[in-house]
């Protein structure tokens, strides 16, 4: 498929799936006229990719972990390390961190508008 197909199939811009490239995490092949063709698996691959973002891992804890992972679900592959596991559990606890930090923030956020509630009422 095309790079335009994989960004409307992902809802990633094209801008970004060349990014992917540039940095290791997507690989497309080339057509005699230059332009890129991805294989199917590759609408995995951007979701996977796309979720570690979201998960804030950068580009290149990112390209280390995906050759260790199955795309369509996530699991292991059979390259999956020891160290990966560990770098994966440390990702875990900084996201867990990161919840708690926000639950909190929320919880004081409440508190004001409760309090600001209150005296206008």
Same mark, same amino acid.
């Given at each position: 498929?095309?790079?335009? =197909?994989?960004?409307?199939?992902?809802?990633?811009?094209?801008?970004?799936?060349?990014?992917?490239?540039?940095?290791?995490?997507?690989?497309?092949?080339?057509?005699?006229?230059?332009?890129? =063709?991805?294989?199917?698996?590759?609408?995995?691959?951007?979701?996977?990719?796309?979720?570690?973002?979201?998960?804030?891992?950068?580009?290149?804890?990112?390209?280390?972990?995906?050759?260790?992972?199955?795309?369509?679900?996530?699991?292991?592959?059979?390259?999956?390390?020891?160290?990966?596991?560990?770098?994966?559990?440390?990702?875990?606890?900084?996201?867990?961190?990161?919840?708690? =930090?926000?639950?909190?923030?929320?919880?004081?956020?409440? =508190?004001?508008?409760?309090?600001?509630?209150?005296?206008?009422?």
């Amino acid at each position: 498929m095309r790079i335009g =197909e994989l960004a409307r199939r992902t809802g990633v811009s094209e801008r970004s799936l060349r990014y992917y490239e540039q940095q290791g995490l997507l690989k497309a092949d080339r057509t005699p006229g230059g332009q890129r =063709e991805y294989p199917e698996q590759a609408v995995d691959r951007v979701i996977r990719i796309q979720e570690l973002f979201a998960a804030g891992l950068h580009s290149k804890k990112i390209a280390q972990l995906l050759p260790c992972m199955r795309d369509a679900d996530g699991g292991p592959s059979a390259i999956a390390t020891p160290r990966l596991v560990a770098d994966l559990v440390a990702e875990r606890d900084r996201i867990d961190r990161m919840i708690t =930090e926000l639950v909190n923030s929320r919880g004081v956020l409440d =508190e004001v508008i409760n309090a600001a509630s209150q005296d206008r009422g």
